[in-house]
């Protein structure tokens, strides 16, 4: 029993502080940058935004009937990555605006994804309506543990961390532009049911039986890679924490 609470506080003192090295950032000063790849309507889905400087994101979840997959990403160097194997990160800025609830909910996903597949292979950290929450989107491998409040009209810089030797899918979210502002919390997913990656960016969640729609500010978006001795320290105390919730 002591050795699991030890793991806890391991756990939430470790989630906050993964350090990553930048391998690039886009802020939208002067255009989409390097999200210049699209599937669907991604490009009037997640069109620039001269006066913010970002991206105005229309995150729309539609009917069954006529199911479609919006996404404005980008290629990453290096790609595609074997999920089991890789270890990456991503970060971004983002303030919810708007969104519709009830039923099938509408969700904005900040997501690495496969842009091999049909569309519905991503990996998220996920806006959703319902609850006005942020937590793991994993298409066709479920949800995450733990999840964070948000309100709309806030800004919150999203920090993620996949650990493919350990089966392990990290985010800690934070209220402000950056790491800097107040933490907010953490969720984990493991295992992760998604086999390669080689793309960053936004998409629509699967469909619903009525049109949903997610309205969003994306103000910066970063491809990262975790420094391994933080991503192996928080890797082992957060599956301790996993294993601790679920018994």
């Not at 029993?1 to 690039?24: E, G, H, K, N, Q």
Request: aromatic content about 10%.
């Amino acid at each position: 029993m002591r050795s699991r609470r030890a793991a806890c506080y391991l756990a939430l003192f470790f989630a906050p502080t993964v350090l990553a090295d930048t391998i690039w950032t886009e802020t939208f000063d002067s255009g989409v940058g390097r999200l210049d790849q699209t599937r669907g309507q991604g490009d009037a889905r997640f069109a620039w935004d001269a006066g913010d400087q970002a991206i105005d994101g229309t995150f729309i979840r539609y009917p069954h009937a006529s199911p479609s997959v919006d996404q404005r990403f980008a290629l990453l160097d290096d790609g595609p990555f074997n999920v089991d194997e890789a270890v990456l990160g991503f970060s971004a800025v983002v303030t919810p605006l708007s969104g519709d609830g009830g039923g099938s909910p509408a969700n904005a996903n900040i997501a690495f994804i496969n842009s091999a597949s049909p569309g519905w292979e991503y990996l998220s950290v996920r806006f959703r309506a319902e609850e006005n929450r942020i937590s793991i989107g994993i298409q066709g491998g479920g949800g995450g543990v733990g999840s964070v409040p948000f309100t709309y009209g806030t800004t919150y810089f999203v920090d993620a961390v996949l650990d493919g030797p350990n089966e392990l899918f990290e985010v800690n979210v934070y209220q402000g532009v950056d790491a800097t502002g107040t933490f907010l919390g953490s969720m984990t997913k493991s295992p992760i049911n998604m086999p390669v990656i080689d793309a960053l960016g936004f998409t629509n969640p699967m469909t619903a039986s009525t049109e949903k729609q997610f309205h969003a500010r994306i103000d910066e978006i970063s491809f990262t890679v975790p420094e391994p001795a933080t991503a192996v320290l928080a890797s082992v105390a957060l599956l301790a924490l996993i294993r601790r919730r679920s018994n």
